[in-house]
Each structure stands twice: as C-alpha cells, then as structure tokens.
DNA sequence: CCTACCGATCGGTAGG
DNA sequence: CCTACCGATCGGTAGG
C-alpha cells in the first residue's frame, strides 16, 4: 500500500493554480479583444487579486502576452491537433484536421474565436516576439495540412499534379473566413458553408482516374 | 469671367487640411495595429500638434474611430469599388472586383493591410458601432460579389445549379487569406497564389453545357 | 500574495 | 490651434 498520491491530476499549491487561473481570463480576453486590450490592472480586477500579485507571476508584459500565446498553443493542440490526428494519415486527416477546427470554432473553445487567428490579424503587420508567434503557428498549421496533402498523394486519394501547398492555401483559407465570419455574425452555420465548401474542393482534387 | 475658382481639388481652409491629414495617420495606424492602438495623445506627437488640437477636431475618441473608418471606407471605394466596378456586370465583374482587391493588397494601400480585415478581426467579438461597422462592410462586399454571381448566372456565364452566396464566401475567403499572409509573411507571392485559386473555382463554376 | 508608491500616458475639460 | 490642468489607469518597483 503505497502512500503516493494519484499522479493524474498532479497536486499543485496555490500559486500554480492562481498561475493557470490568470492564465485562462488572459487567453479570454486575448481571443476577445486581443493581446494589446490585455492589462495587468484588469486581469486583477477580474480574479479579485492585487496588480503586484498578477504581476509577481510574469514579472513583465512580454512575459504574461507569452505565457499566454504558449498557454493557448497546449488548448490547440488538445481541442484541434490531437482530435485531428486521430484520422490516418493521409487524406482522412486532411479532412480530419479541417473538421477538428471548424469544431473547435463550433464548440466556441475560446470566445472570441480561434485565438491563433486574432494572433495572426493584432500582430501581422507588426515585428517583435508576437510577430514572429503568430508566422510560426501560421506555418506550422498550414505545413501541418500540406504533408497531410502530400501523403494523400503518395496513397494515391488525391491526385499527384495537384499543388500540395496551394491546396493547403484553399483549405486553410476557408477555415479562417469560417472563423472570423461565425464570430462576427455570431452565426453557427458559417462552419457548415465551409464544410461543404472542403468537400468540393477535395473532391475536385480526387485522381483522374476516380474522378468521373 | 467668373472668378469662380477652379472647383476641382476644392480649396480647403487650414483645419481642414488638419483634420485630413490627422485622418490618413489614424488609417496607417488602425491598419498596422487596430483601431485599439489610436490614441489621441500618439496622433499629435507624428503630427506635431497638441493633444487638445488633436481632440477639438473629434471632442470624442468614438467621434475620431468612426470618422477614421468612414475615411477608410473611401479609400475602399476608390481603391477597390471604382475600379472593380469597371468590369461589365456579371462575371466579368466577379473576376475584377477579386482583382481589384487583391491589387489593392499588392499596391500596399493601407501600411498593415486591408483596413476592414482589420476591423472584422479586431471587432468580431465584441458589441458595439465599431463592431456593427464591421459586420456591415463584410455583408455589403459580400452581398456585392454575390450579386455580379446571380447576374454572370442569369446571363448564362457561371451555371445556375451554383449556390451564388456559397461561391461569394469562397472567393471572400480566399481575398481575405491573401490579405493576412500577405502581410504576415511579407510575401507578395500570396496574392498570386489567391489569383490560381479564384481561376480555379470560377473554371468550376462554368455552365455545364461549356465545361468540358 | 500584500500595500504603497513611481513616472508616463490615457481621454477629456477649462479657458483662451 | 494653444497651455494648463483633471482623475484614472498603465507597467513596473520597493519592501515586506
């Protein structure tokens, strides 16, 4: 009879529970109104906690804006990736990843919409570390899609003379309107015209030989 | 001989030329980094007045952030609208009012992109008239391309069986990707890669009876 | 985690 | 258009 505790969940003090629940009303806010709207002085509002004792977790503005960014990359990778890549590879998780977001968007994870994506509009015509975030998690999603294309190919569930990276383009561009769009009008079936739009485009990228 | 003057640039009294020119730094700003980051502390120092001179032209923030998108929306309409609307009406027109935009993308129009991809992302979340101008500019472009797509189908250019608002929020979709990777990766490649697509899915939507 | 503070900047006002 | 202000809030520091 062992005395260990239970390893799943791991125990943790007070201090990382207020670490992780400043955390998630910065990611909140950030998806909301973006990382700039994001402010020592409010999140200490919110949690009821003094300004000093927000800022002694992160010691600087950068720092919380990339604890944030790094906090909203794990929800990503549980809510988004890790569903998605369930699917084989190949086309199935092309399709798999593609409907993984748009659930994502669906199941309102974040409620302003895909956090990656308001990253991505705050910080494109900017430099700096949230630039740069905002490029990287832009490539690696999109590269993400076009290895996915590029075994299809290979499998032959999608024809050879397509542009793997072009297709990525498509989809990827597609998802984002879908996002932006059932966050701005607050209408869930934006998800669904980009469903069908993904079927047709795949289907269109079918091999010749199974086309007709 | 009239002493009329030439009534075309019309003459404009030194305030005049103040609040214009205090309205084309707060578009390159709102572009760059959101209509969030406009201060009006910040507009007098890159112009070189007083904050209260800035302010006696507005005597309201919410005054000077809806007269910088109704600036904004000229410059879309010049930019864009003029031009695209060249086109005849029906397809023609789809093709040049994509073409319009993404030239407006290439031509750097706004320093940080287009002003209203800018809007939508920055305000989708929220409620207010900020937000309220967003949706509108996206319904009116959308509803336009939706519009030259039912007109290019009862003119027999694009095939009637099309879901015409479907096929405005795919062409959207890609515009709008081009305008955010465009300028996160500072790569006018992207643009092009918007071009192929639109051909491609226009191709697609050809009347059956031309297809093959 | 707290109180108490700093200089800078915010939107806005008074009065010219 | 200006100077001179206002209270509120910003990020950050000192010292506990």
Partial sequence: MST??????????????THAAILDAAMAIASVEGLGSLTIGRLARELDISKSGVFAHFRSKQRLQQETVA??????????LAPGMQAPAGLGRVEG???????????????????????????????GPLHEAAAEGQSDWAGLLQTEIETAQSQGEIDAEVDADQLAFE????????????????????????????RQRLATAAPASIRH
Same sequence: chains 1, 2.
């Fill in 97 to 127: 990843l593609c409907e993984a977001y748009l659930s994502y968007v669906d199941r309102g994870v974040f409620p302003g919409g895909c956090f990656f994506a308001q990253l991505i509009a705050e910080f494109d015509a900017t430099d």
């Fill in 4 to 17: 260990t505790p239970d390893p799943d969940p791991p125990r943790r003090s007070d201090g990382e529970r």
């Fill in 71 to 80: 906090a909203a990359g794990e929800v990503f990778e549980r809510e988004v």
């Fill in 171 to 198: 989809l990827d561009a597609l998802l984002e309107m879908a996002n932006f769009l059932a966050t701005l009008h607050r209408d869930p079936d934006v998800t669904e015209r980009a469903r069908t739009a993904i």
